[in-house]
């Protein structure tokens, strides 16, 4: 039994063609309708339109990646049961076509952030990175968030105050872009004051707050989903842990454990990723691969490598700090347990080769995803091989 290998694919306005993916040797392609705002009903028209423009490439499409869930019903806002209904209305329709697993995350406003898209690497390639004084840096002296600096520690706050000071007005704007392109569709029209404005609509959403609200509306779309046969699956914050004064609720192995026990709905399940539960080392990867076992509907891996004062960057696919051999053998025991073939994807890769210099989603350029399928997929069938187990 081997994982279902997927590549992520934007959509048609995607530079890395449905053509080039199906090269890769991926089976699908994991997906979204990009297209449409936040908050309205995906119709199962234009569902089926897409799955069959994929299935005409040679590809699959039976893992949705992301049906976003709007920030009126994180914040549990005005407008929530209208909004539920959007949701369940989607996922009668993505389940009439034959999707079987639908992604999502509950992370306030910001869907993953890094301080650097283009760090080169020491070979040339260039990768996704992450530090917290750049961060703190944004948030104290731009932002100029009010309370911040008791968010940070005192090291921190120093060694954001040189950084800041370093920065031309150039370097202060790609900073500013760069934190912010993790806002879903905002890329060229968020400023730091509107940002501010944003994070000002959660005021008084500590965690437990927000942990009430998601399982509000897990108890909410749960049934439907159940019903429908498909699987819910919860994204972790990238990175895991609070930024901005905002909370983040997904970031540990007993934040999820809890969740599934608040919510024990079959469809209420997780996606593993192993490069956002991987900054923390506090999060033991394969061993969670084998405890929340059932619930893991989808796997995103990749691996990060830990650096000092709160940095991260990420690094090759079985490289860094996410000891990929054990995370592949505990999949592979799960799949040989359950008799089921986990959907995965390499998620990010390293931009290198003839993909420097071209335009890519940040981390979604195809030819470092290509290296880590490889590096994946071998690393699989050779545990495979060496387990006795059918490889093919
Ligand atoms: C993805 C996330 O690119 C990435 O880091 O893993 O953006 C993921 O798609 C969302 O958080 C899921 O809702
Ligand atoms: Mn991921």
Redesign the pocket.
Known sequence: MMMTQMLRWFGPADPVTLRAIRQSGASEVVTALHEIPNGDVWPEHAIAARRTMVQEAGLDWTVV??LPVHEDIKRRGPGWDRLIHAYTDSLRHLAACGIRVV???FMPLL??TRTDLAWPLPDGALALRFELEAVAAFDLHILQRPGAEGDYTPDIVEAAGRRFASLDTDARHRLERTIIAGLPGSEESFTASAFRKSIDTYAGIDADRLRANHIAFLDAVCPIADDVGLQLVV?PD?PPFPLFGLPRVVSTEADVAALFARVPNRSNGLCL?TGSFGVRADNDLPGMVERLGDRIGFL?LRSVQREPRGAFHEAAHLAGDAQMPAVVAAVQQLQNRTGRSIPMRP??GHQMLDDLGKRTNP?YSLLGRMRGLAELRGLEAGLAHASGTTVL
């Open positions: 990646e992301s992604t999502y995350n869907d993953w994204h990238d990723c995103h998620d990010h981390g």
